[in-house]
């Protein structure tokens, strides 16, 4: 199956820390990139290749991966981190296309 | 600055055919894939396709093939999402993105690098 699992969401205290998962057979031999979309805002790309950020993305953000998941961990979490968090891996295309996971939202109280 | 800038907002009736657009600017247009995201009211992110204007290799996926029409127009950089007869369901808003490359110890890794800003379609009667 190329579908990605993520939980609904989550909630973290300003300044601790979060872990986002995503599951999905696809993981077990593939890497997941991970998307940040604020509210009313385009997505953007925050990792990708496993655990590398693209220029302008805070060093909070870090990428995992053991077995079937993929992890995003913020560390240190900010008010403007809010926002809804989805992975991203390859499917029967390859990365032409992918999958998308199902997305996580994510509150910093 | 790599930028994709995306036409406006469109309200269309059910039936009626629709194309709107993401232009690229700040990169060779013809050396990356360009695909199309859908996002309906309050869902997640879908992908509908992908094409590389250097060849004009189209890939569609399963749920979007037959529904809409990918294109591009090298000239001016500008890539094409068309319906040619719209549904209620199609009300949601559309991204276009870039798809990036990067080599890192000795693979390739991929991923949308540049997003546009978004074009909400609404069709309703």
């Known amino acids: 199956s190329s579908e990605l699992t993520q939980d609904p969401a989550v909630s973290v205290a300003l300044g601790q820390t979060v872990r986002i998962t995503c599951q999905g057979d696809?993981?077990?031999?593939?890497?997941a990139n991970w998307y940040q979309q604020r509210p009313g805002q385009a997505p953007i790309l925050v990792i990708y290749?496993?655990?590398s950020r693209p220029s302008g993305i805070p060093d909070r953000f870090s990428g995992s991966s053991s077995g079937n998941t993929a992890s995003l961990t913020i560390t240190g979490a900010q008010a403007d981190d809010e926002a809804d968090y989805y992975c991203?891996?390859?499917?029967?295309?390859?990365?032409?296309?992918?999958?998308f996971g199902t997305g996580t939202k994510v509150t910093v109280l | 600055e790599v930028q994709l800038v995306q036409s406006g907002a469109e309200v269309k009736k059910p039936g009626e055919s629709l194309k709107i657009s993401c232009q690229s600017s700040?990169?060779?247009?013809?050396?990356?894939?360009i695909g199309w995201v859908r996002q309906m009211p309050g869902k997640g992110l879908e992908w509908m396709g992908i094409?590389?204007?250097?060849?004009?290799?189209?890939r569609y996926s399963p749920s979007f093939q037959g529904q809409v029409t990918i294109s591009a127009d090298k000239s001016i950089s500008t890539t094409y999402l068309q319906w040619s007869s719209l549904k209620a369901s199609d009300t949601a808003m559309y991204y276009c993105?870039?798809?990036?490359?990067?080599?890192?110890?000795?693979?390739?890794?991929?991923?949308?690098?540049?997003w546009g800003q978004g074009t909400t379609v609404t069709v309703s009667s």
């Open positions: 993105v870039r798809r990036g490359s990067w080599y890192i110890g000795g693979h390739y890794y991929y991923g949308m690098d540049v």
């Open positions: 700040g990169y060779v247009f013809t050396n990356y894939w």
């Open positions: 094409m590389y204007p250097g060849d004009s290799d189209i």
């Open positions: 696809s993981l077990r031999n593939s890497y």
């Open positions: 290749a496993y655990n």
């Open positions: 991203h891996s390859r499917d029967s295309s390859g990365y032409h296309l992918g999958v």
